[in-house]
């Protein structure tokens, strides 16, 4: 009976995790191919250029979010033009530091052209560095940029501003001026750290005889829908830790409602985010701001834009106001140290870690030790799945000592289920009695299990949605680890020259991982259910076609794991004296082949 329990037990977590891994296999590509082609069509029927919609997320007659730059070379305003020819739209400030390349426009003081150094599109060294920011006017425009509310000839995106100097990087700040004629002189001094967050500080001063009162703004633009994953246990889309919560809102739903705002926030930050990519506004900590999220809805463009309150500023004053903008990619160790070193509120959930953030933050931090002691992110999957089998070895041992003593009273389990056949109350009663006398804790066996689902989830948290596992390489074939097994089956591993349709994607790693869950199941007694013997006996066989499109580390891990879970058994198993089902079960297999 505890067998049976035992079994119901793991047929019911191996059947979630396989809702889990089935619909983000039947649902979630699906899903992204339709997000690819609406992103195409949205496109298509997006605005020519400089001829977007107002902003959706600042007050009425704020700068738009995507107007043209002042006097741009002739270009045709049918369709969107080249990213070479938006960056040629303004005299431009280069940046340059060990992390991002780019440049910040004179013209509108915008940054606007950021690539990362250090991340490519593909595994080849040669292919070409992840663009984040692209200028206003081209396919797929997404920049930053800040300003200023309340007055009369502020400056906006067609601002010619006066840069100090023609390059930005570590240690080289640049100032921005500006003087509107009437009195206001604007300067923007913009300084960058050696990874990916700019100090933006605003300072007006009133030249004129009468007093002004004005509020800054930051604000991150995309233009176009992004291909997500769509993945449910990531987010991707606009988000903030504002109003003392986490706020998710998805592109989809941001569309529907056109806009989500935040009256007063005091500490916190907002932006935009994808799997291994963000921008976020992170406004003075010891200030209160209001933010919100926007989207028009059709064109799409959407906004995120923290605004500060209104400041006076009396004749001969001056005022000055900072926002810093992280822009780059989402390492653990960058953000985490921006946390630390402005008081940011909870930037550790730009990362998104999941609902067992408890375990899964400390996992990635032991799994960040060991990479950097070995160098090598698949060795270290394999070394943190054994040290969490060590972890959870004392609970596994009891686990089969409650089993083998389970079994060794089995015949008087049954007498007792036989002599009370009739009388449920009475067998409840004789078997808790039997369970006292051998000191025998039903439960043993199913807690190990229950404990261990919470971690295995966390584990899969953190395989999949960290930076640190993009490209990373393990050995021969396997070049990046974020990737599927690039081997198929199916063109008998790349000798026949045509690549099978996605659902016949078979690699070697999930093979293997098929084989070792298949071995794992042989280790104990076949299911006398007939239903549920099928079930066991198809299940290698779906998880292994499910996880043939998953990353290249998660299928490692889990054959890993498959291979440590049969020895461990194996060897409590022999310890205890209980028979190993697992020779006479493959003998019979193969007998029946």
């Given at each position: 009976?505890?067998?049976?329990?035992?079994?119901?037990?793991?047929?019911?977590?191996?059947?979630?995790?396989?809702?889990?891994?089935?619909?983000?296999?039947?649902?979630?590509?699906?899903?992204?191919?339709?997000?690819?082609?609406?992103?195409?069509?949205?496109?298509?029927?997006?605005?020519?250029?400089?001829?977007?919609?107002?902003?959706?997320?600042?007050?009425?007659?704020?700068?738009?979010?995507?107007?043209?730059?002042?006097?741009?070379?002739?270009?045709?305003?049918?369709?969107?033009?080249?990213?070479?020819?938006?960056?040629?739209?303004?005299?431009?400030?280069?940046?340059?530091?060990?992390?991002?390349?780019?440049?910040?426009?004179?013209?509108?003081?915008?940054?606007?052209?950021?690539?990362?150094?250090?991340?490519?599109?593909?595994?080849?060294?040669?292919?070409?560095?992840?663009?984040?920011?692209?200028?206003?006017?081209?396919?797929?425009?997404y920049?930053?940029?800040?300003?200023?509310?309340?007055?009369?000839?502020?400056?906006?995106?067609?601002?010619?501003?006066?840069?100090?100097?023609?390059?930005?990087?570590?240690?080289?700040?640049?100032?921005?001026?500006y003087?509107?004629?009437?009195?206001?002189?604007?300067?923007?001094?913009?300084?960058?750290?050696?990874?990916?967050?700019?100090?933006?500080?605003?300072?007006?001063?009133?030249?004129?005889?009468?007093?002004?009162?004005?509020?800054?703004?930051?604000?991150?633009?995309?233009?176009?829908?992004?291909?997500?994953?769509?993945?449910?246990?990531?987010?991707?889309?606009?988000?903030?830790?504002?109003?003392?919560?986490?706020?998710?809102?998805?592109?989809?739903?941001?569309?529907?409602?056109?806009?989500?705002?935040?009256?007063?926030?005091?500490?916190?930050?907002?932006?935009?985010?994808?799997?291994?990519?963000?921008?976020?506004?992170?406004?003075?900590?010891?200030?209160?701001?209001?933010?919100?999220?926007?989207?028009?809805?059709n064109?799409?463009?959407?906004?995120?834009?923290?605004?500060?309150?209104?400041q006076?500023?009396?004749?001969?004053?001056?005022?000055?106001?900072?926002?810093?903008?992280?822009?780059?990619a989402?390492?653990?160790n960058?953000?985490n140290?921006?946390?630390?070193?402005?008081?940011?509120?909870?930037?550790?959930?730009?990362?998104?870690?999941?609902?067992?953030?408890?375990?899964?933050?400390?996992?990635?931090?032991?799994m960040?030790?060991?990479?950097?002691?070995?160098?090598?992110?698949?060795?270290?999957?394999?070394?943190?799945?054994?040290?969490?089998?060590l972890?959870?070895?004392?609970?596994?041992?009891?686990?089969?000592?409650?089993?083998?003593?389970?079994?060794?009273?089995?015949?008087?389990?049954?007498?007792?289920?036989?002599?009370?056949?009739?009388?449920?109350?009475k067998?409840?009663?004789?078997?808790?009695?039997?369970?006292?006398?051998?000191?025998?804790n039903?439960?043993?066996?199913?807690?190990?299990?229950?404990?261990?689902?919470?971690?295995?989830?966390?584990?899969?948290?953190?395989?999949?949605?960290?930076?640190?596992?993009?490209?990373?390489?393990?050995?021969?074939?396997?070049?990046?680890?974020?990737?599927?097994?690039?081997?198929n089956?199916f063109?008998?591993?790349?000798?026949?020259?045509?690549?099978?349709?996605?659902?016949?994607?078979?690699?070697?790693?999930?093979?293997i991982?098929?084989?070792?869950?298949?071995?794992?199941?042989?280790?104990?007694?076949?299911?006398?259910?007939?239903?549920?013997?099928?079930?066991?006996?198809?299940?290698?066989?779906?998880?292994?076609?499910?996880?043939?499109?998953?990353?290249?580390?998660?299928v490692?891990?889990?054959?890993?794991?498959?291979?440590?879970?049969?020895?461990?058994?194996?060897?409590?198993?022999?310890?205890?004296?209980?028979?190993?089902?697992?020779?006479d079960?493959?003998?019979?297999?193969?007998?029946?082949?």
């Amino acid at each position: 009976m505890q067998s049976e329990d035992n079994r119901n037990l793991l047929l019911a977590i191996v059947l979630s995790v396989g809702v889990m891994v089935g619909w983000n296999y039947f649902y979630g590509a699906p899903k992204i191919d339709q997000q690819r082609q609406a992103a195409q069509q949205t496109q298509a029927a997006q605005p020519p250029a400089g001829q977007a919609p107002s902003s959706t997320v600042l007050p009425s007659g704020a700068p738009a979010a995507t107007a043209p730059a002042a006097q741009p070379p002739a270009v045709s305003v049918a369709a969107p033009v080249t990213r070479e020819a938006a960056l040629a739209r303004s005299p431009r400030v280069r940046i340059e530091t060990p992390s991002l390349t780019g440049s910040i426009a004179v013209i509108g003081a915008r940054i606007d052209d950021l690539s990362l150094v250090r991340y490519r599109e593909t595994v080849d060294p040669k292919s070409p560095n992840i663009v984040l920011y692209v200028p206003d006017g081209a396919k797929d425009a997404y920049f930053a940029d800040f300003g200023w509310l309340g007055g009369q000839n502020l400056p906006n995106e067609n601002t010619q501003w006066q840069p100090s100097g023609d390059v930005l990087k570590p240690g080289t700040p640049l100032t921005l001026t500006y003087d509107n004629g009437q009195g206001l002189v604007f300067t923007r001094r913009i300084e960058v750290d050696d990874k990916y967050l700019f100090t933006v500080t605003d300072s007006v001063r009133n030249n004129g005889a009468a007093p002004v009162a004005l509020q800054n703004y930051g604000r991150v633009t995309r233009k176009g829908t992004p291909t997500v994953l769509g993945f449910y246990i990531l987010h991707e889309g606009l988000i903030g830790y504002v109003a003392d919560k986490l706020q998710e809102v998805s592109f989809d739903s941001i569309r529907k409602d056109k806009s989500k705002t935040f009256a007063r926030s005091e500490g916190g930050w907002l932006g935009l985010t994808e799997k291994y990519w963000a921008s976020a506004l992170i406004p003075d900590q010891k200030k209160p701001f209001s933010a919100a999220f926007g989207s028009n809805g059709n064109d799409p463009v959407y906004e995120s834009a923290a605004i500060t309150e209104v400041q006076q500023v009396a004749p001969g004053a001056s005022i000055d106001s900072t926002i810093r903008l992280f822009a780059g990619a989402k390492e653990v160790n960058a953000i985490n140290g921006y946390g630390d070193a402005f008081g940011v509120k909870n930037f550790d959930l730009m990362i998104d870690w999941g609902w067992f953030y408890f375990i899964t933050k400390p996992m990635f931090w032991v799994m960040d030790k060991v990479f950097h002691l070995i160098g090598n992110f698949g060795v270290t999957i394999l070394i943190v799945t054994v040290l969490i089998k060590l972890l959870f070895f004392p609970l596994a041992n009891k686990s089969y000592e409650s089993m083998a003593k389970m079994k060794a009273v089995q015949p008087e389990m049954l007498a007792i289920r036989d002599r009370f056949a009739d009388d449920k109350m009475k067998q409840q009663q004789a078997m808790m009695e039997l369970y006292k006398k051998e000191k025998i804790n039903p439960m043993a066996g199913c807690l190990p299990v229950l404990i261990q689902i919470p971690v295995f989830f966390a584990l899969y948290k953190v395989l999949f949605v960290t930076i640190e596992m993009r490209h990373a390489p393990f050995f021969g074939w396997i070049k990046d680890l974020s990737a599927q097994d690039p081997t198929n089956l199916f063109n008998l591993f790349g000798l026949l020259p045509f690549t099978p349709p996605s659902m016949l994607h078979l690699g070697v790693w999930p093979i293997i991982m098929g084989i070792t869950m298949w071995v794992q199941m042989k280790m104990n007694p076949e299911p006398t259910d007939p239903i549920q013997k099928t079930m066991f006996a198809w299940m290698p066989v779906i998880f292994t076609f499910m996880l043939g499109s998953f990353p290249a580390g998660l299928v490692i891990y889990w054959a890993w794991n498959n291979i440590l879970s049969v020895a461990q058994q194996y060897l409590i198993m022999k310890k205890l004296g209980t028979k190993i089902e697992l020779w006479d079960n493959l003998k019979g297999t193969f007998r029946r082949g």
